[in-house]
């Protein structure tokens, strides 16, 4: 109850307390141009949030961070920086589907994308869709997809933009964009770097964070160039070199560090002819990391995979009204490492989508997709969605859908532990969104329920090796919120106001339990106040506690905690091309950990500078 | 880390339990209040810990009372590190070996307040024993896969004064447990059912000077009497320590998996196949077909008889659980019925007799 209580408290701390804004509002869908265009065309029942540019600056460059503050999505991160998995809707890491331009990134061996290895500042804008979509981006999309997207636009404009940000633990965050058309040819660079000594005071614990040192540098490269009026081609690539050290507990245990280096690139071309739209994809994917488990000796473990991704996608459009899209991709993987084997698997797919608008008010898609492969046994997915306009205020949102994680190299390949008969864990999952609209004000309220079987879990198995195995069952169901406001409230005074809540029971089914390290309840809000030239700008998050024993232990709970951060800007020049600001992260100094003995940093500070000539 | 004299030393060691410390500790350290529990009549079990650090239950003699998290009550905002495996015992203090930090936390036995840390020299350490007022340290570094053939672990040699590593042997095998015999220190060269042999170490001048061999998936070891007992993956050898001559080879074979956890105790040997006890006498010339007993666990092949143990007429199970929440222990007496089932903590490996 006392949980309750305060929640409602948080609530009505972010709905009545309306001091500050944020002008850079986490926009909808609509006008946002997407090289992922299923996310555009394929999201009817489903809730979109994206995150752009300028809310992506806010955060620093850690992707867990820009999401944690902006999102409902839960994050477990083993102290700042660190390795950070994600619970989307209840569920585990492996079970959000990472999307770049609208491939699946998610690691061959683990299932997972760490989140503390993207760089924020190589990508235009990032969406988060809520729930199932694995009828459209394959393995993983079960509690959600997080979809990093560059932008191409033929508006023969150059923008250039210089961010600069630097401080606490010497921590640096460098990130160049570029974008350049002419009629014909489009060209868009971003370059980031961050780094940071990441040695922070364990608050209350009068020592430092140790061997938590991380860099990491991302380019991503994007050019499209018009043929002719119908046929566009379109190159992505995209480099990332990381390296980070994971920080140690105890002072005496040996250090150890981790680097990826991941490459990828994704070549298209999109044909329109009569009521045909086609888009032919070519697409490698190179994984690699290497682990050194005692950073003052050389060896290290490592891994790599190498996809190939080849995709038909033919858009047929009956009417305005009425378009089918039949996707096929077959998609090859080699990857050995250093537990593993060199073992290939090829995946082809079918997927059939259809989207329809038989009424003014109403809009509903169906999809189905199989994939084949001698893996695994594939489940048929579906999908079906829609979406009713009751009034201008208010709509009604429903979507169902069975989606899939499969088993991943290390599950089935690890040396002496892989198991080549797991099968792919699978859910059924049903929501209702309902979406008000009045004004300058929006608010979403999603329901869903959930229940994922066939979870594979690594066990412990003869002689201590842990094996894997489709072994639990998972049922989830809750509350998702997010809310907006924006208005300009006096002549030059612009406040603005997002705000999300979560609330989420993700229950083992063989025990009846809640999982370890998924909240009940987690909420963020962000608030913007722009005069003129300058502005404020106030973020919350509330994370509340979570269990560390899978018997729900109380005693080994880790607290709820809230964070805040403020900051502010002033725009220079005569065209506002020059920005100065400063932030403060952490202002109330709270004394947190996400994970058991991993301290996050207390208060700390940086300042920017951003140049967009 | 703050260093304790080694006078304070001295005046824990000569002060034993409870109330008898005498006025020179008062010289280092401010007064603790004087903790309420005191461990004397009763064992400890080992929780090794999962994802946070492992903790220490005590469960009196009478098996009526138990006490969790022991450390952390007497030492707040401590901990006694990462997979905690193995505690040695030397007069009143308890040397507490954490593999996953690289640390020993030595304690006052009695009352497990903090007495000091050794915290360098370590990498993954393993198990332990005390000669000649020196700590023999098993390492494992960095756990090479079955079928390696180079192998960085040692053994730590830490002098109980200064308490730092005077010496390490290496050995270019898996090192994993120790025991000591007549000034002579046996360490097994095998870890996790892989490798084979058991070097011996003179602590006088800490050089090896002899290496047994045993069969191949050596498990673990005892010495009774003169006679090395080596319990492997499929049968167990006696050899006779001062001749190094194989006296007899006994054939375990099992459906369910393979013997494990050989303990010798009041003319007995001990070892255990899944959820089962099996028992025959040091003389006997056949393995048993039937267990003494089976438990009822949840647990995964692995976490089955976690920990095992033989002492006094009682037989002591410890059950790892899902390694993800508090587990328990099982006492038996040795004909097989069982005293007492008692929640422990997260992974409980093992158990140390505290008298």
Same mark, same amino acid.
């Given at each position: 109850?006392?949980?309750?209580?305060?929640?409602?408290?948080?609530?009505?701390?972010?709905?009545?307390?309306?001091?500050?804004?944020?002008?850079?509002?986490?926009?909808?869908?609509?006008?946002?141009?997407l090289?992922?265009?299923?996310?555009? &065309?394929?999201?009817?029942?489903?809730?979109?949030?994206?995150?752009?540019?300028?809310?992506?600056?806010?955060?620093?460059?850690?992707?867990?961070?820009?999401?944690?503050?902006?999102?409902?999505?839960?994050?477990?991160?083993?102290?700042?920086?660190?390795?950070?998995?994600?619970?989307?809707?209840?569920?585990?890491a492996?079970?959000?589907?990472?999307l770049?331009?609208g491939?699946?990134?998610?690691?061959?061996f683990?299932?997972?994308?760490?989140?503390?290895?993207?760089?924020?500042?190589?990508?235009?804008?990032?969406?988060?869709r809520?729930?199932?979509?694995?009828v459209?981006?394959?393995?993983?999309?079960?509690?959600?997809?997080?979809?990093?997207?560059?932008?191409?636009?033929?508006?023969?404009?150059?923008?250039n933009?210089?961010?600069?940000?630097?401080?606490?633990?010497?921590?640096?965050?460098?990130?160049?964009?570029?974008?350049?058309?002419?009629?014909?040819?489009?060209?868009?660079?971003?370059?980031? =770097?961050?780094?940071? %000594? *990441?040695?922070?005071?364990?608050?209350?614990?009068?020592?430092?964070?140790?061997?938590?040192?991380?860099?990491?540098?991302?380019?991503?490269?994007?050019?499209?160039?018009?043929l002719?009026e119908?046929?566009?081609?379109?190159?992505?690539?995209?480099?990332?070199?990381?390296?980070?050290?994971?920080?140690?507990? =105890? $002072?005496?245990?040996?250090?150890?560090?981790?680097q990826?280096?991941?490459n990828?690139?994704?070549?298209?071309?999109?044909?329109?002819?009569?009521?045909?739209?086609?888009?032919?994809?070519?697409?490698?994917?190179?994984?690699?990391?290497?682990?050194?488990?005692?950073?003052?000796?050389? *060896?290290?473990?490592?891994?790599?995979?190498?996809?190939?991704?080849?995709?038909? &996608?033919?858009?047929?459009?009956?009417?305005?009204?009425?378009?089918?899209?039949?996707?096929?991709?077959?998609?090859?993987?080699?990857?050995?490492?250093?537990?593993?084997?060199?073992?290939?698997?090829?995946?082809?797919?079918?997927?059939?989508?259809?989207?329809?608008?038989?009424?003014?008010?109403?809009?509903?898609e169906?999809?189905?997709r199989?994939?084949?492969?001698? *893996?695994?046994?594939?489940?048929?997915?579906?999908?079906?969605?829609?979406?009713?306009?009751?009034?201008?205020?208010?709509?009604?949102?429903?979507?169902?859908?069975?989606?899939?994680?499969?088993?991943?190299?290390?599950?089935?390949y690890?040396?002496?532990?892989?198991?080549?008969?797991?099968?792919?864990?699978?859910?059924?999952?049903?929501?209702?969104?309902?979406?008000?609209?009045? =004004?300058?004000?929006?608010?979403?309220?999603?329901?869903?329920?959930?229940?994922?079987?066939?979870?594979?879990?690594?066990?412990?198995?003869?002689?201590?090796?842990?094996r $894997?195995?489709?072994?639990?069952?998972?049922?989830?169901?809750?509350?998702?919120?997010?809310?907006?406001?924006?208005?300009?409230?006096?002549?030059?005074?612009?406040?603005?106001?997002?705000?999300?809540?979560?609330?989420?029971?993700?229950?083992?089914?063989?025990?009846?339990?809640?999982?370890?390290?998924?909240?009940?309840?987690?909420?963020?809000?962000?608030?913007?106040?722009?005069? *003129? &030239?300058?502005?404020?700008?106030?973020?919350?998050?509330?994370?509340?506690?979570?269990?560390?024993?899978?018997?729900n232990?109380?005693?080994?709970?880790?607290?709820?905690?809230?964070?805040?951060?403020?900051?502010?800007?002033?725009?220079?020049?005569?065209?506002?091309?020059?920005?100065?600001?400063?932030?403060?992260?952490?202002?109330?100094?709270?004394?947190?950990?996400?994970?058991?003995?991993?301290?996050?940093?207390?208060?700390?500070?940086?300042?920017?500078?951003?140049?967009?000539? | 880390?703050?260093?304790?004299?080694?006078?304070?030393?001295?005046?824990?060691?000569?002060?034993?339990?409870?109330?008898?410390?005498?006025?020179?500790?008062?010289?280092?350290?401010?007064?603790? $209040?004087?903790?309420?529990?005191?461990?004397?009549d009763?064992?400890?079990?080992?929780?090794?810990?999962?994802?946070?650090?492992?903790?220490?239950?005590?469960?009196?003699?009478?098996?009526?009372?138990?006490?969790q998290?022991?450390?952390?009550?007497?030492?707040?905002?401590?901990?006694?590190?990462?997979?905690i495996?193995?505690?040695?015992?030397?007069?009143?203090?308890?040397?507490?070996?954490?593999?996953?930090?690289?640390?020993?936390?030595?304690?006052?036995?009695?009352?497990?307040?903090?007495v000091?840390?050794?915290?360098?020299?370590?990498?993954?350490?393993?198990?332990?024993?005390?000669?000649?007022?020196?700590?023999?340290?098993?390492?494992?570094?960095?756990?090479e896969?079955?079928?390696?053939?180079?192998?960085?672990?040692?053994?730590?040699?830490?002098?109980?004064?200064?308490?730092?590593?005077?010496?390490?042997?290496?050995?270019?095998?898996?090192?994993?447990?120790?025991e000591?015999?007549?000034?002579?220190?046996?360490?097994?060269?095998?870890?996790?059912?892989?490798?084979n042999?058991?070097?011996?170490?003179?602590?006088?001048?800490?050089?090896?000077?002899?290496?047994?061999?045993?069969?191949?998936?050596?498990?673990?070891?005892?010495?009774?009497?003169?006679?090395?007992?080596?319990?492997?993956?499929?049968?167990?050898?006696?050899?006779?320590?001062?001749l190094?001559?194989?006296?007899?080879?006994?054939?375990?074979?099992?459906?369910?998996?393979?013997?494990?956890?050989?303990?010798?105790?009041?003319?007995?040997?001990?070892?255990?196949?899944?959820?089962?006890?099996?028992?025959?006498?040091?003389?006997?010339?056949?393995?048993?077909?039937?267990?003494?007993?089976?438990?009822?666990?949840?647990?995964?092949?692995?976490?089955?008889m976690?920990?095992?143990?033989?002492? %006094? &007429? =009682?037989?002591?199970?410890? %059950?790892?659980?899902?390694?993800?929440?508090?587990?328990?222990?099982?006492?038996?007496?040795?004909?097989?019925?069982?005293?007492?089932?008692?929640?422990?903590?997260?992974? $409980?490996?093992?158990?140390?007799?505290?008298?």
């Amino acid at each position: 109850m006392k949980t309750f209580i305060r929640y409602i408290l948080i609530l009505s701390y972010f709905t009545a307390v309306p001091v500050f804004g944020q002008a850079d509002s986490i926009t909808i869908l609509d006008e946002v141009f997407l090289t992922d265009t299923k996310l555009k &065309d394929f999201s009817t029942g489903q809730e979109v949030t994206i995150l752009n540019d300028s809310v992506l600056k806010k955060n620093g460059a850690l992707l867990t961070s820009a999401l944690n503050f902006n999102t409902n999505i839960y994050f477990k991160e083993n102290g700042l920086g660190m390795v950070s998995s994600p619970s989307f809707r209840g569920t585990s890491a492996s079970q959000t589907a990472v999307l770049w331009n609208g491939i699946n990134i998610n690691s061959q061996f683990n299932g997972q994308t760490d989140f503390n290895t993207i760089n924020a500042g190589g990508y235009d804008n990032i969406s988060i869709r809520g729930g199932g979509g694995s009828v459209v981006y394959g393995t993983g999309a079960v509690g959600g997809t997080v979809h990093l997207n560059t932008q191409l636009d033929f508006s023969k404009e150059t923008q250039n933009d210089f961010f600069l940000q630097y401080g606490s633990f010497n921590s640096l965050d460098a990130r160049y964009k570029l974008k350049t058309s002419t009629e014909k040819w489009s060209l868009s660079i971003a370059l980031a =770097r961050n780094s940071s %000594d *990441n040695d922070y005071e364990w608050p209350g614990r009068y020592r430092k964070n140790e061997n938590g040192e991380f860099y990491n540098n991302n380019l991503n490269v994007a050019i499209a160039y018009l043929l002719n009026e119908n046929n566009t081609v379109k190159f992505y690539s995209e480099v990332f070199d990381g390296e980070r050290h994971f920080a140690l507990i =105890r $002072p005496s245990e040996t250090k150890t560090k981790y680097q990826d280096f991941n490459n990828r690139s994704l070549l298209e071309w999109v044909s329109e002819f009569g009521d045909f739209i086609s888009v032919a994809k070519m697409a490698y994917l190179d994984e690699n990391y290497k682990y050194f488990d005692n950073i003052a000796r050389e *060896n290290y473990s490592s891994g790599n995979a190498n996809t190939f991704i080849g995709k038909y &996608d033919l858009k047929f459009l009956v009417s305005e009204e009425l378009q089918f899209n039949t996707v096929l991709s077959n998609t090859y993987t080699d990857g050995d490492g250093s537990g593993i084997e060199k073992n290939t698997r090829n995946i082809f797919s079918a997927a059939l989508l259809m989207k329809h608008r038989p009424v003014e008010k109403l809009d509903y898609e169906l999809g189905i997709r199989k994939e084949i492969t001698g *893996n695994y046994e594939s489940p048929l997915l579906f999908s079906a969605a829609a979406a009713y306009n009751f009034t201008s205020y208010y709509s009604l949102k429903l979507n169902v859908s069975r989606d899939f994680r499969i088993p991943t190299y290390n599950d089935l390949y690890w040396r002496d532990a892989g198991n080549q008969n797991l099968s792919p864990e699978t859910s059924n999952q049903v929501e209702l969104g309902n979406q008000f609209n009045y =004004r300058n004000f929006s608010l979403n309220l999603t329901g869903y329920y959930m229940q994922i079987d066939d979870m594979i879990r690594w066990l412990p198995a003869e002689n201590g090796v842990w094996r $894997p195995k489709n072994e639990e069952s998972v049922e989830i169901y809750g509350l998702e919120s997010k809310l907006q406001w924006e208005n300009k409230i006096f002549n030059n005074h612009y406040l603005n106001l997002t705000g999300t809540y979560a609330y989420t029971v993700s229950e083992n089914k063989n025990t009846g339990r809640q999982l370890i390290y998924v909240p009940f309840h987690k909420a963020t809000a962000a608030v913007n106040y722009v005069f *003129n &030239d300058f502005s404020i700008d106030y973020q919350f998050l509330y994370n509340g506690d979570v269990f560390t024993r899978s018997d729900n232990n109380e005693k080994f709970k880790i607290d709820a905690y809230m964070i805040s951060n403020l900051g502010i800007s002033y725009d220079f020049g005569k065209e506002n091309t020059f920005t100065i600001g400063a932030r403060i992260l952490n202002i109330f100094n709270e004394e947190y950990q996400n994970v058991e003995d991993r301290f996050m940093p207390g208060r700390n500070f940086n300042m920017y500078i951003n140049f967009n000539p | 880390m703050k260093r304790i004299s080694k006078l304070l030393t001295m005046a824990i060691l000569s002060g034993l339990f409870l109330n008898s410390c005498s006025s020179d500790d008062d010289i280092n350290e401010p007064v603790k $209040p004087q903790p309420e529990n005191s461990y004397n009549d009763g064992f400890f079990v080992l929780n090794e810990g999962s994802q946070t650090a492992g903790t220490v239950t005590y469960i009196s003699d009478d098996l009526q009372t138990s006490a969790q998290n022991i450390y952390e009550v007497v030492n707040e905002d401590d901990d006694l590190g990462e997979f905690i495996q193995s505690i040695v015992f030397e007069d009143d203090l308890a040397y507490i070996i954490s593999n996953g930090s690289n640390l020993i936390t030595i304690v006052n036995r009695y009352t497990f307040e903090l007495v000091e840390k050794i915290d360098s020299g370590l990498l993954s350490p393993r198990y332990g024993v005390i000669e000649n007022g020196k700590l023999y340290v098993t390492n494992q570094g960095s756990y090479e896969e079955p079928g390696a053939t180079e192998f960085d672990d040692f053994i730590a040699i830490i002098d109980l004064e200064s308490l730092t590593v005077e010496k390490t042997i290496e050995n270019n095998t898996p090192l994993e447990f120790i025991e000591e015999e007549n000034g002579l220190i046996y360490v097994q060269n095998a870890a996790f059912n892989n490798g084979n042999g058991i070097t011996v170490i003179d602590a006088t001048s800490n050089e090896i000077i002899n290496t047994i061999n045993t069969l191949e998936n050596l498990n673990s070891f005892e010495i009774e009497n003169g006679v090395l007992y080596a319990l492997n993956t499929s049968s167990l050898e006696k050899i006779d320590l001062a001749l190094g001559e194989v006296l007899s080879k006994i054939m375990i074979a099992s459906e369910v998996g393979t013997p494990t956890n050989l303990v010798l105790e009041d003319g007995m040997i001990y070892y255990t196949i899944g959820n089962s006890v099996f028992t025959m006498s040091e003389n006997a010339e056949e393995a048993p077909d039937e267990a003494l007993f089976s438990y009822t666990t949840d647990s995964g092949q692995y976490g089955k008889m976690y920990g095992f143990e033989v002492e %006094d &007429d =009682r037989i002591y199970i410890a %059950d790892g659980g899902d390694f993800s929440s508090n587990s328990f222990v099982e006492i038996y007496t040795t004909s097989g019925e069982l005293l007492e089932n008692i929640t422990v903590g997260v992974g $409980p490996n093992g158990f140390y007799f505290n008298d």
